[in-house]
T-cell receptor
Framework: AQSVSQHNHHVILSEAASLELGCNYS??????LFWYVQYPGQHLQLLLK??????LVKGIKGFEAEFIKSKFSFNLRKPSVQWSDTAEYFC?????????????FGKGTKLSVKP | DGGITQSPKYLFRKEGQNVTLSCEQN?????MYWYRQDPGQGLRLIYY???????QKGDIAEGYSVSREKKESFPLTVTSAQKNPTAFYLC??????????????FGPGTRLLVL
């Protein structure tokens, strides 16, 4: 069965620190990969996604993620975090390598940024 | 504005009671989904519907039921058989996004609490 693992449950950083959140998935076929963000009290929203092509994907608010097929990874990065990045981040993979329906989510990583 | 609405924002259930969570979308999306979010668990798929009058069980369908009589609406009933219903429930739909690639949109969620 497909699964998604997020390595860190809670990450605490100071403003301007660099961020990398790990995500690994278990599926040997074609995958579509996503990062979602949930700011406190707000909807879950799409941060970025990878379908094909350039494995380095740029998303909103300065986030990017790199798909490394050989490592089954899709880590999220940001060079310099801000207090407003405090949120919960979810990695997800679409089942059967298809569209964005039927997503499998990781358990999430809470990011707390200290001002 | 186009989007997904969920009501109510908070819902209280008594022991042995069935409750229904509403999800409406005006995005003209065919596919709709219900997820349950628990702390430290990420999102888990309860039910999904790819088209009107059709729906499929997700990973944790026991104790839940759905209907899809209209394209815009996908209500979720939490039955008395669901022994641990306290959670945050998220509805989503899938439709065309950036560059024609499908994107999943989420509603604001309903928090269900058991009295």
């Amino acid at each position: 069965a497909q699964s998604v693992s997020q390595h860190n449950h809670h990450v605490i950083l100071s403003e301007a620190a660099s961020l990398e959140l790990g995500c690994n998935y278990s599926y040997g076929g074609t995958v579509n990969l996503f990062w979602y963000v949930q700011y406190p009290g707000q909807h879950l929203q799409l941060l970025l996604k990878y379908f094909s092509g350039d494995p380095l994907v740029k998303g909103i608010k300065g986030f990017e993620a790199e798909f490394i097929k050989s490592k089954f990874s899709f880590n999220l990065r940001k060079p310099s975090v801000q207090w407003s990045d405090t949120a919960e981040y979810f990695c997800a993979v679409s089942r059967y390598g298809g569209s964005q329906g039927n997503l499998i989510f990781g358990k999430g990583t809470k990011l707390s940024v200290k001002p | 504005d186009g989007g997904i609405t969920q009501s109510p924002k908070y819902l209280f259930r008594k022991e042995g009671q069935n409750v229904t969570l509403s999800c409406e979308q005006n995005l003209n999306h065919d596919a709709m989904y219900w997820y349950r979010q628990d702390p430290g668990q990420g999102l888990r798929l309860i039910y999904y519907s790819q088209i009107v009058n059709d729906f499929q069980k997700g990973d944790i369908a026991e104790g839940y039921s759905v209907s899809r009589e209209k394209k815009e609406s996908f209500p979720l009933t939490v039955t008395s058989a669901q022994k641990n219903p306290t959670a945050f429930y998220l509805c989503a739909s899938t439709g065309p996004g950036l560059a024609g690639l499908e994107t999943q949109y989420f509603g604001p969620g309903t928090r269900l609490l058991v009295l």
